[in-house]
């Protein structure tokens, strides 16, 4: 396994920690290994990139981690994170999947597009400020309220376009 997907696996198994640490109310160590996580997420593609190693399996599999990434944090956040939202966010990620699983059902991978990739970034966005507050106890409502609606609104959008770009892969 070359290095991209190696950062990416970590990103999955990376997981498991921040869930225990937020249940277990170990903000500072959950705040910290996220941050690494997301890290993850830039250095992967960074890596891959440079060294020229972009593979179809690591497309996939960058997907994937930051599904189960972000989407497990999410819930371990609830309430904090509006269940609503969290809804929305796996709704979304499923649809996208099934895209995703239909068009590779005919050898076609589609990548994540700049939509996903904001709304990812919002997303841990959201998720690094409910980390950083807990941690510190403080409180930023308006940044916090501002992101949970911006990761919304891109979550919406994105998927929205997933579909309509793809519109031939759903036999539409």
Same mark, same amino acid.
């Given at each position: 396994m070359?290095?991209?997907?190696? !950062?990416? +696996?970590? %990103? ?9 640490? @937020? #249940? ?11 941050l ?51 809804? !929305?966010? +796996?709704? %979304?990620?499923?649809?996208?999947s099934a895209?995703?699983?239909? @068009? #590779? ?53 994105s ?14």
């Amino acid at each position: 396994m070359n290095l991209p997907n190696t !950062l990416t +696996v970590a %990103r999955i198994f990376l997981t498991i920690p921040v869930f225990v640490f @937020a #249940a277990l109310d170990q903000w500072r160590w959950a705040l910290l290994v996220f941050l690494i996580g997301a890290l993850t997420d830039y250095l992967d593609g960074f890596f891959a990139r440079k060294l020229n190693q972009v593979t179809k399996s690591g497309k996939v599999l960058d997907q994937i981690a930051d599904k189960v990434f972000v989407s497990s944090v999410m819930i371990a956040l609830i309430p904090q994170i509006p269940a609503w939202l969290v809804a !929305l966010v +796996v709704s %979304r990620d499923g649809v996208v999947s099934a895209i995703r699983i239909l @068009a #590779a059902s005919g050898g076609i991978v589609i990548q994540a597009n700049m939509w996903g990739k904001v709304k990812t970034v919002l997303q841990m966005s959201l998720i690094t400020l409910l980390f950083f507050e807990n941690a510190f106890a403080v409180r930023a409502q308006f940044i916090e309220a501002l992101l949970v609606y911006l990761c919304a609104f891109f979550t919406f959008v994105s998927a929205l376009i997933y579909v309509l770009q793809n519109r031939k892969v759903l036999g539409g």
